[in-house]
């Protein structure tokens, strides 16, 4: 068993559940502990095998949370040193929970190995992040302004995909965000838009990626339904059957077999 849920996704908070059958794991918790133990438990995970939180980064849509969360299931917090020293503030008492992980130095976690990778985002320190179990993996690439040779090297022979498709340029562009957060979003420290998103699968799509989820959209700058058909559409060109979903800021995804 190998198997992922987007608890959220957005820009009010993220987190994602991975689990294989004895391990499971938080990447990011910038929603509720509430909401994510609500998720969890409306999955049918058991809690106590939720064995680790990650932060990929300091922003509070991916960090709410995570201490809570760490001292409630008395689990550690894996983070990068940078990233804690600019967000300890908010995730308040983990020092005797803190295991540090370098970009670049992959670690494991009960069973699942875990590689993280920089991406290009405004954080001090943020990471993206691929996983491995029982000759499975699965990528998270989201919070990236654009993609870079070492994510597409880290993407490659995955079997699922939580990408980012953040926005869509136009609606960016006529939207209410002032010029400079407009630029910020778009540059290549923001995020992916829905055609950035199609460019960086066409890179690494291959026969045995079964399952894409996209995420992080928008609710200012996009819709579901938007980033879904120009994602589609593209998969259409090329015949291709993967099974493509679209993660939601309210509420969970099914849990994808990875």
Not at 251 to 256: D, K
Request: hydrophobic share 40%; glycine share 6%.
């Amino acid at each position: 068993m190998f198997q992922t849920s987007v608890l959220a996704s957005g820009s009010k908070g993220n987190s994602i559940l991975v689990r294989s059958q004895n391990t499971g794991i938080i990447l990011d918790a910038g929603i509720s502990m509430k909401r994510i133990r609500e998720a969890v438990d409306a999955l049918k995970v058991p809690r106590d095998i939720i064995k680790a939180v990650i932060v990929s980064h300091e922003h509070s849509d991916h960090t709410r949370s995570a201490g809570a969360l760490c001292r409630s299931l008395n689990i550690p917090l894996y983070i990068s040193p940078d990233t804690y020293a600019y967000s300890s503030h908010r995730l308040g008492r983990v020092d005797e929970r803190l295991q540090y992980f370098e970009a670049g130095v992959e670690f494991m976690i009960g069973d699942i190995l875990v590689q993280p990778f920089r991406s290009s985002h405004d954080a001090v320190d943020s990471c993206n992040f691929t996983f491995e179990h029982d000759d499975r993996k699965l990528g998270v690439a989201i919070d990236l302004g654009y993609f870079s040779k070492l994510t597409l090297m880290k993407l490659s022979n995955l079997h699922t995909l939580v990408l980012e498709s953040n926005h869509d340029l136009q609606m960016l562009m006529d939207g209410p965000y002032d010029w400079n957060l407009k630029k910020r979003v778009k540059s290549e420290h923001g995020h992916l838009s829905n055609d950035q998103a199609v460019g960086l699968l066409s890179q690494v799509l291959h026969p045995g990626l079964k399952n894409l989820v996209l995420a992080h959209l928008s609710e200012t700058n996009n819709r579901p339904d938007l980033a879904f058909k120009v994602m589609n559409d593209y998969l259409q060109t090329i015949r291709s059957d993967i099974n493509l979903l679209v993660a939601d800021q309210y509420c969970h995804t099914p849990l994808v077999d990875i």
